[in-house]
């Protein structure tokens, strides 16, 4: 079936330095989501992605999608203690027919210190 | 709008018990799944409910179920619990009957089994 990995596991960084996570799909995908996690919380919707190549920016955020539709990344610039969470990236995995299934990435988990 | 609602938030419960837990979708929202979140699996979806019929299935054993009701509501059920059952469940509305929906979490269940 469809995986979904995603590295690094974890990430620690200094408050202020960069954080990218990466993911990358068995199989291709017809469009790419990125949720993110906090301590305790439930997934929140960030993006999502659907052109080969796409390219948006909330922020300090920064999400791709790779041209073969296969790979994502998100990179966040100086990395804030507001940062703090797990980011997945999920991609529809349902039956051809249609409907909701998202295949979840394995997720990084970011800590901030300051 | 109020968001996605989920009941009870905790429970415990022991080896061969059953347990069923609620949702309820943001309103207006048609597609309810559900997922299962564990330290070592990750998110793992479960199934998917749209106009009440069972959408999308995940490689979960027959001892969870779950229903859909005519105001979208839903329900899943776990029979004959087991340890590794501990999880926080997570409920996910979404809009309308399409492969690209963002999914809106509800703040999960967690369930553990002694």
């Known amino acids: 079936g469809q995986q979904v990995m995603q590295i690094p596991q974890y990430q620690h960084v200094q408050e202020g330095e960069d954080f990218t996570t990466y993911c990358n799909s068995s199989?291709?995908?017809?469009?790419i989501q990125w949720y993110k996690q906090r301590p305790g919380g439930h997934p929140v919707f960030l993006i999502q992605?659907?052109?080969?190549?796409e390219v948006k920016k909330q922020k300090r955020l920064t999400f791709q999608f790779g041209e073969a539709k296969k790979n994502s990344s998100l990179h966040i610039t100086a990395t804030q203690t507001t940062d703090v969470g797990t980011y997945f990236c999920?991609?529809?995995?349902?039956?051809?027919?249609?409907?909701?299934?998202?295949?979840f990435g394995t997720g990084t988990q970011l800590k901030v210190e300051l | 709008k109020a968001g996605v609602t989920q009941t009870p938030r905790y429970l415990i419960k022991t080896r061969g018990q059953q347990v069923t837990l609620s949702c309820s979708p943001i309103?207006?929202?048609?597609?309810v799944s559900w997922y299962q979140q564990t330290p070592g699996q990750g998110l793992q979806f479960l199934f998917e409910?749209?106009?009440?019929?069972?959408?999308n299935k995940g490689n979960f054993p027959g001892r969870f179920s779950g229903r859909q009701f005519s105001n979208s509501r839903s329900e899943m059920n776990v029979s004959t619990l087991e340890l590794g059952d501990s999880a926080l469940y997570l409920c996910?509305?979404?809009?309308?009957?399409?492969?690209?929906?963002?999914?809106?979490f509800g703040p999960g269940t967690r369930l553990t089994v002694l």
């Open positions: 996910a509305s979404s809009p309308a009957d399409s492969r690209t929906d963002t999914q809106y």
């Open positions: 199989t291709t995908l017809s469009n």
């Open positions: 992605l659907v052109k080969s190549g």
């Open positions: 999920a991609g529809p995995g349902g039956l051809t027919g249609g409907g909701n299934k998202l295949t």
């Open positions: 309103s207006g929202h048609r597609s």
């Open positions: 409910y749209f106009s009440e019929t069972q959408r």
